[in-house]
């Protein structure tokens, strides 16, 4: 789809399905402890969240998962060392503790990414490994900043038609991000899609209204119009009539 020139780290989701209630945790990985915390309570509501874990790690080995996931945080040597310590002890501990925990090698050189797949599946041998080398566009942030562009893609997705009907990522329909599913961010906020980094789509708060109130709003539907004229016609996945 795009050429990548720099890393890419994704972050947690949650999505409602239309059929049942349903969490996808595409975590950082370092979130995951201590444990007897999160990976205790993802085992406790496992019905809930369908025991689906992936986890997005671009590296295994130390040096290459420091420079990759904590280089630039401020951090002495020591402590991002123990910071790769512990999330390689979290995955172990969720790798044994859950049912299904996948990771997700995001590596654009492909000997790289399955040299580290390598090393992952030798580190936890009960976990689904799998490297991705296409980067999604982050709907056009990355463009902006440099880091690749989205806008032949986009080109040849629109071919002279003028309307984003659809979104293509994962699923489209009712089943899709813009109808199905609900993101939640770290602060609470409902968003339509993973890629709005600046949570300009956001319509809703649980720290303050309960999931139905979010979910049968007018604002709900305001937002997914808003974004179908802006938002969406900067994003690859979008699907135009
Ligand atoms: S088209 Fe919209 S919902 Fe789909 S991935 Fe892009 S921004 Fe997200």
Redo the contacts with the bound molecule.
Sequence with gaps: MTEPKKPVFWYQGLFLQPQHFQQADLSHQSSLGPPKDKVDLIKEYNDVIGGQVCLNISAFERERWIANTVAGNGSGEPTKRRAFNRTMKNIEYASRQLGAVSIQINEANSDDAEKQADIARRMFPGVTVRACLAL??R?GILHETGALSNRDEIGRMSAGRSR?V?????FTGIG???FG?LHVNALGKAL?????YHFD?TFGDFHADTLKDIWISERHATVIER??RE??R??????WK
């Design positions: 999604s566009d709907a984003v659809d979104c293509n990522n994962t899709g991000r813009h599913w339509l899609c993973c890629n709005d789509y974004s179908f938002i969406y900067k994003c690859s996945m979008a699907v």
